[in-house]
């Protein structure tokens, strides 16, 4: 039988780069699993919690945990936002009836090269993508939910992609969220410290488990006109030859 | 040579009228576009990062260490009444001094009165933070009195009239050219190839002559020996032994946090400081103080000195939240591995202690006037992943914005917005309404060219970043039109 998984699709995401969660979709259903999308998602509240406003993050945690309340598996195309569910939730509901629920949440909520080699067993989803990939090692994924080898061991499964190694692979990009435009002059030069990095290895795309790290690194690139494209996991994973 | 009263505090006292925010803000825009800084810095933060693994390398359970320093802090913190008292009655039975400080300016008044009732005219200082926190040094000089930092990069800041740009590299922003120029300025002598042994040479002339003129010498502490009642000093120059051994008196000053429980403690603490602040196996001198020169001994001063700061911990020490920032060994790995700190630079802060550990202490111990520090920093938790004993940093971060927002300290437009976000979030077809009314409008604008121009609402995202991407439709709306059908694919 099918596996079945609720796709978890950030906010930002859903309006601003679909394709990553059409993609996820793909890859998703070519390992044989049945997607899900529940409908009525929003936010997971990250914005808010990481502003300093859990009175106004709790409700939309509240909500997630009502809106997921059935579904066996959560699959999400971001390390940031499964880490905001999985860290951050139980802290945010550290004293409310909900705590014991929130940590049962997040043992079932998977950023989505964790649950294709940790959960799925795979490393090889079928993909081609005849390119250079460089490897940037996105901060929430890497840190706090400890995904080191996972991604790269997806990325070596894809027939035809060629891995260059970035230096300071784990130097954060410097979008983190709201931080990206009240510090912009801080964000812009690690982005652009990143783009560097990127540039170095002359790779044609840069990859990353988070889209808002992409979303980030792109805008920099592009600013610069730089030769390399930013490209999310998914999207590798999603072509075929 | 100038050890001039003029000599900015890490305050940093500007002419004009910014708040700390306002002048964070631009002097991060300055520094952060400065290539030259940028370059300084990052050559500087590769050579430590790869003695730094070396280092941690040579430790056979790296993991294990960190735990047990973890431990040794949380113990000393959690018995501070305890380890305090015992430290200070082990001083006292040898022969020497306590003073404990509420506040900066009490710890500087006691300084000063002793330098000026012992008829002190000149005063050597090992590195110590904690004395630019309190600002000690012009209080000395109003008196009169010469003092002189002796840590090689102290020295140098000192001669630039300069506060530290880093808690143990403090002249980590200079090339050799540039100290060279100042040597020939301030020390009227010209090593016309900035030879790196003989500027060096040329610093420890002059501070030999400091030394032995000195009738004081003040020290930090990077530990504070309960069982035994010793100040533990680490230095690679050997200015800290000089300073507490030549001088008739030593003070050292620290805060009260500095105290672990045990002689043996050191054993893991002092590998694990140094591996962690330069990467070396220990610091080339460990020197223990414990009390003034006794009958026999050959060397060590008349009058022995311990300044114990609070200056705002103790409030720290009561949050059982925060308390584990008390840990914190000051051994500056944090700030060589942030990312924010390589681009901005330890002065932008303005703070005492810059870094990660400085924007999560320095709104505790001076106030809201701070609070942008704990925003300041894109929460990667790079300085987590490196610190010696485990604070967890970024989080602590989160917690200061926390405890800002809900006392009220947030802006009231950012308030609105989050209370209108909020509600969007809670109802998914107003979501979906104003996500698909924002693409929609911005594609219209940016259509015109008007993408990061003052018109622009995403302008502080597109001023310097090519636009966000503004897809037609929605994830959801894709969803519900074609890709949710056939749900369970190929198999």
């Known amino acids: 039988m099918a596996r079945k998984v609720s796709l978890f699709v950030p906010c930002f995401v859903d309006q601003l780069q679909p394709e990553v969660a059409v993609d996820t979709v793909k890859v998703l259903r070519r390992i044989g699993c049945e997607a899900d999308f529940p409908a009525d998602q929003t936010c997971c509240g990250q914005p808010a919690f990481n502003s300093g406003f859990w009175d106004e993050a709790r409700p939309c945690a509240e909500r997630f945990l009502h809106v997921f309340k059935d579904a066996e598996t959560i699959v999400c195309p971001s390390g940031s936002c499964t880490t905001m569910v999985r860290v951050f939730y139980p802290e945010l509901m550290a004293s409310g009836a909900l705590h014991d629920e929130a940590l049962a949440l997040g043992k079932r909520t998977f950023e989505l090269s964790e649950f294709l080699v940790k959960v799925m067993g795979v490393t090889d989803v079928g993909a081609a993508f005849p390119h250079t990939v460089t490897y940037h090692a996105s901060c929430h994924g890497l840190r706090e939910l400890k995904l080191r080898d996972e991604p790269l061991r997806l990325l070596r499964g894809v027939k035809g992609l060629k891995l260059v190694d970035m230096l300071r692979s784990d130097e954060c990009c410097g979008f983190g969220g709201t931080f990206a435009t009240k510090f912009e002059s801080i964000s812009v030069a690690m982005g652009e410290s990143k783009a560097d990095s990127v540039a170095v290895t002359g790779a044609e795309y840069v990859t990353a488990i988070d889209p808002s790290c992409l979303m980030h690194v792109q805008g920099i690139l592009g600013r610069r006109k730089d030769r390399a494209r930013a490209i999310h996991l998914a999207s590798i994973l999603a072509s075929e030859a | ?491």
């Open chain 2, 1 to 491: 040579m100038s050890a001039s009263s003029t000599r900015p505090t890490a305050a940093g006292e500007s002419p004009s009228t910014l708040t700390p925010a306002q002048k964070f803000l631009r002097d991060a825009a300055t520094k952060s576009a400065d290539l030259v800084h940028r370059e300084i810095i990052r050559k500087n933060m590769d050579s430590y990062d790869a003695a730094h693994m070396r280092g941690r390398a040579r430790i056979k359970d790296w993991e294990a260490a960190r735990r047990r320093c973890q431990e040794i802090k949380r113990e000393a913190i959690n018995h501070l009444d305890k380890y305090l008292l015992q430290f200070e009655q082990k001083v006292l039975e040898r022969g020497g001094h306590v003073f404990w400080a509420a506040t900066g300016d009490e710890a500087c008044a006691y300084i000063k009165d002793l330098a000026v009732s012992r008829g002190v005219k000149t005063v050597v200082k090992s590195k110590s933070m904690v004395t630019e926190e309190m600002h000690l040094a012009p209080v000395l000089e109003e008196q009169g009195i010469r003092v002189w930092e002796t840590d090689l990069g102290e020295f140098i800041v000192q001669l630039r009239n300069e506060a530290p740009y880093h808690i143990v590299t403090p002249a980590m922003h200079l090339n050799r050219q540039q100290i060279r120029d100042l040597f020939r300025e301030k020390l009227g002598e010209d090593i016309a190839d900035a030879d790196p042994q003989k500027l060096v040479a040329l610093a420890r002339r002059k501070l030999r002559e400091a030394f032995f003129a000195a009738e004081m010498g003040i020290s930090g502490a990077n530990f504070l020996v309960a069982d035994s009642g010793a100040v533990a000093i680490s230095t690679n120059e050997g200015n800290g032994r000089l300073s507490t051994s030549l001088p008739r008196i030593h003070v050292a000053v620290t805060g009260i946090e500095k105290v672990i429980p045990r002689l043996e403690d050191l054993g893991t603490l002092w590998p694990v400081l140094a591996t962690s602040g330069t990467g070396q196996p220990i610091t080339t001198y460990g020197t223990l103080a414990g009390g003034p020169r006794r009958l026999g001994e050959a060397d060590g001063p008349e009058e022995f000195h311990v300044v114990l700061l609070d200056n705002g911990r103790s409030s720290l020490l009561a949050n059982a939240e925060e308390r584990e920032v008390l840990h914190c060994i000051r051994c500056g790995a944090c700030l060589n591995i942030c990312p924010v700190y390589r681009n901005i630079g330890g002065h932008t802060y303005n703070t005492t202690y810059p870094g990660p550990i400085g924007s999560v202490l320095t709104p505790h111990l001076r106030g809201r006037e701070f609070q942008h520090l704990s925003y300041a920093s894109s929460l990667c938790g790079a300085c987590t992943s490196v610190c010696p004993v485990n604070i967890n940093l970024h989080h602590h971060l989160l917690h200061n914005r926390r405890d800002f927002t809900s006392a009220g300290g947030a802006k009231s437009g950012e308030r609105t917005q989050f209370k209108l976000w909020r509600m969007a979030m809670l109802h998914p077809r107003l979501f979906a309404l104003g996500g698909w009314m924002m693409r929609r409008s911005l594609r219209l604008l940016y259509g015109m060219g008007l993408a990061g121009t003052a018109l622009d609402p995403l302008r502080a995202w597109s001023r310097k970043r090519t636009p966000v991407p503004l897809p037609s439709q929605s994830f959801r709306s894709r969803w519900k039109k074609d890709l949710g059908r056939n749900s369970g694919g190929n198999e």
